[in-house]
């Protein structure tokens, strides 16, 4: 393994973290880290002081070149688009703020931001780069991206999960739920369901799926309880986004993730993704680091 190689190897998980939490896609990620490995095998190695710093403006150049180009496909998407979601390893739920960062309410929230907002604030908020950094990879001055920082900074907080929950607070609040849904009992169902919780489906007018929000306990129960009427053969609990999810499996194979937003002991919002070309790398963990 050269030297090049090794140096980048070093750092993938970092760059495919910060091109994911800019994009929420892996896909989109991983073509970004293709377009960085080429600019990076091309540049003299011994020009560069701090490869890793390096490394993620190239990233965050390259992601904020990608988000630009994707932005009219994502004003044609079919119904709610939801961020694709990932297998993730037992640690990414283990550092909170890495896990908060990644989960689908979050990159929800970062969908919201303009694709210069979003860099700053992943930069910035996430992986505590210095504004000097950001401003080379942004092509601003350091005032300039403090100004950013802020207002994305203030965005973000009145958009964000009203409060973070341990990873064992999770866990309990999921286990209820699947209990209820598990069981029929729609009493517990509605028990464990804020009222105003939303249900989004993203089938990307490839799977059925609701082309609106579902809102209220009431209509996501009857929704919920329909589902479980449906084609789901089997189901199993992963962790995906650095939280607990449910995988539901068709004769056909992987049908739909579902990933939760909890928040004071209830439910406040449920992500089901159908589009098959966003459950392509549900088969294997992806590791995501700061």
């Known amino acids: ?8 190897v070093r750092h993938r998980n970092l760059l495919f973290t910060v091109a994911y939490e800019m994009l929420g896609s892996a896909v989109d990620a991983e073509d970004v880290l293709q377009e960085t490995w080429l600019r990076w095998a091309e540049v003299d190695q011994e020009s560069v002081r701090e490869p890793r ?4 403006r190239v990233t965050t150049r390259l992601a904020l070149n990608r988000m630009r180009t994707t932005a009219r496909r994502r004003e044609a ?7 694709e979601p990932l297998l993730t390893v037992p640690d990414v739920a283990e550092d909170v703020e890495l896990a908060d960062s990644v989960s689908t309410a979050m990159l929800l929230v970062l969908e919201t931001l303009t694709p210069t907002e979003r860099a700053v604030f992943v930069l910035r908020e996430v992986f505590d780069v210095g504004y000097d950094e950001i401003a080379d990879a942004v092509g601003k001055t350091p005032a300039a991206v403090r100004q950013v920082a802020h207002r994305a900074r203030s965005h973000v907080e009145s958009r964000r999960p009203r409060a973070r929950v341990t990873p064992g607070e999770q866990e309990a609040v999921f286990a209820r739920f699947l209990e209820a849904a598990a069981t029929g009992d729609l009493q517990s169902l509605m028990d ?18 609701a082309l609106q929000p579902i809102c ?23 962790e995906v986004n650095g939280g607990p999810a449910l995988r539901l499996f068709s004769a056909e194979g992987l ?14 919002a449920i992500y089901f993704v159908r589009n098959p070309d966003k459950l392509r790398r549900l088969d294997r963990e992806t590791s995501l680091t700061r």
């Open 1 to 8: 393994m050269t030297g090049a190689t090794e140096t980048f």
């Open 53 to 56: 710093a390096y490394l993620v």
């Open 77 to 83: 998407y079919v119904g709610p688009w939801l961020p």
């Open 192 to 209: 464990v369901l804020a009222p105003d919780v939303v249900l989004l489906t993203d089938g990307g007018g490839i799977r059925k799926a």
């Open 216 to 238: 209220g306990a009431d209509k996501v129960v009857r929704f919920l309880t329909a589902v479980a009427g449906g084609g789901a053969e089997s189901a199993d609990v992963v």
């Open 255 to 268: 049908d739909t993730v579902g990933t939760f937003l909890i928040e004071d002991g209830l439910v406040t």
